[in-house]
């Protein structure tokens, strides 16, 4: 029984002495002080540039004068002009339609019959009143015949006005027979026939002019600080025809024509019949009043001649109902700093590297932020440098390596 129990004991003497003599004989490290390596990032050294604004709004292109063409005479349609079609073109003083003239006619014969018989009944009555004040002045007439001849002379005078108006509106009812276009433009739609009696003051077709071309675009009031636009009390954006055009990109400016109005730039864009085209036009004034559900302010583009009417550059036309992306030219910044939008940090922060390699959390104002990039209004200079990489633990003063600078704007800048 001994010897059973004495087996295991010295099973784990000898164990024992096993590790006792390993731990004895372990070899002895060299104590090296860690050396921490700091993170590589990628870094932006900034700079400035000249930098032109942008807002971007959308629209559907209306004409600027539209009019209800109604008839001022009633009679019987004679004649019908080919334009007057929905979609057709005419000018100023074409002839759209005439009506019967023949009782208008006779009623200027009847207003000339009454005017030559007024004219006489007033130079008879003048000569009465002549002869009883010369007979009054020999104390021959008595002073009822003499008040008789000047009321005589009075009413005759006053039929003589009359006849002399009636006369002229004989004239222009007879010449409303014909309808003239009251400026270039095209027909809407059209409610007359050949044939047709038509009634005074009955509605014949609804009109547009062609000189201009009309897009109203809502903008955000937070984006008005990006314009110069008129918001005071008479203040206009037309300006002077003589006034410098804003250069545009070439590029950007192929199919564009030129523009005599001179508020702020605005180039409108569309796709009509599969192809992208642009026109350029200006903005000439904001409507008076700010959207109080949507806080929208809604400015005016123009754009002269949108049918090519006095020039041919191969354009399609801006037709009415067109819908259109525009971009306005705002505000010039002589010396804007951009940075990339991945260098901005929550809370409008940006760490900035200093001349040790250090991280510093920096606050900044923020102007406008783009797709990409940033624009900063303060709180950044010139050459300063800022990291441009994704940092969620970074922490103030950390120590970095900075990657291969780049310089913060691009040769273009933010559009």
């Known amino acids: 029984m001994k010897r059973v ?27 090296t002080p860690v050396e921490l390596i700091p993170p590589l990032i990628r ?24 009019s209800e063409l109604k008839s ?7 004649w019908v002009s080919p334009a007057l079609v929905p979609g057709g073109f005419f000018d100023s003083g074409d ?38 004040r010369r007979l009054a002045d020999r104390s021959v007439s008595s002073q009822a015949r003499i008040d008789d001849a000047e009321n005589g002379a009075h009413v005759a005078e006053a039929g003589l006005r009359e006849a002399e108006a009636q006369l002229g509106r004989a004239e222009r009812d007879l010449e409303r027979t014909v309808v003239y276009a009251p400026y270039p433009g095209r027909v809407r739609s059209e409610r007359v026939d050949l044939g047709q009696f038509i009634a005074r003051g009955e509605s014949l077709a609804r009109i547009y002019a062609v000189d201009y071309a009309e897009v109203r675009l809502p903008i955000p009031d937070r984006e008005l600080r990006y314009l110069d636009l008129p918001l005071g009390y008479r203040e206009s954006v ?17 199919e564009v024509g030129s523009g005599t109005m001179y508020g702020p730039q605005a180039i409108l864009r569309a796709e009509f019949a599969g192809k992208q085209h642009a026109w350029a036009g200006r903005i000439v004034r904001t409507e008076g009043e700010i959207d109080p559900k949507s806080r929208m302010v809604t ?19 801006l037709a009415v109902g067109l819908f259109v992306e525009v ?25 900035v590297l200093d001349s040790g390699n250090r991280l510093h959390y920096r606050p900044i104002s923020v102007l406008r932020t783009e797709r990409e990039l940033v624009i900063v209004e303060d709180g950044l200079q010139t050459g300063e440098r800022v990291a441009v990489s994704p940092m969620p633990d970074a922490i ?10 780049e310089r913060a704007q691009k040769e273009s800048g933010p559009s």
């Open 5 to 31: 129990l004495f087996i295991p004991i010295a099973i784990l003497g000898v164990g024992v002495a096993v590790v006792w003599v390993l731990w004895l004989t372990r070899p002895m490290a060299d104590p």
């Open 43 to 66: 870094v932006q050294t900034l700079g400035s540039q000249e930098l032109q604004l942008v807002v971007k709004a959308q629209g559907t292109v209306a004409p600027r004068t539209e």
């Open 72 to 78: 001022q005479v009633s009679g019987e349609v004679l």
């Open 95 to 132: 002839r759209l339609l005439k009506i019967d003239p023949v009782d208008y006619e006779a009623d200027l014969e009847s207003a000339r019959a009454r005017l030559a018989r007024a004219q006489s009944e007033a130079g008879r009555a003048r000569k009465e009143n002549a002869r009883q």
């Open 238 to 254: 037309a300006t002077d025809s003589a006034a410098t055009e804003e250069a545009y990109p070439v590029d950007q400016l192929a």
């Open 299 to 317: 400015v005016v583009a123009r754009v002269e001649d949108p049918y090519g009417r006095r020039t041919e550059d191969g354009r399609p036309p």
């Open 327 to 351: 971009e306005i030219s705002g505000r010039i910044l002589p010396e804007a700093i951009v940075i990339p939008r991945s260098a901005l940090r929550q809370g409008s922060r940006v760490l």
């Open 396 to 405: 103030e003063g950390m120590s970095v390596r900075p990657k291969a600078e």
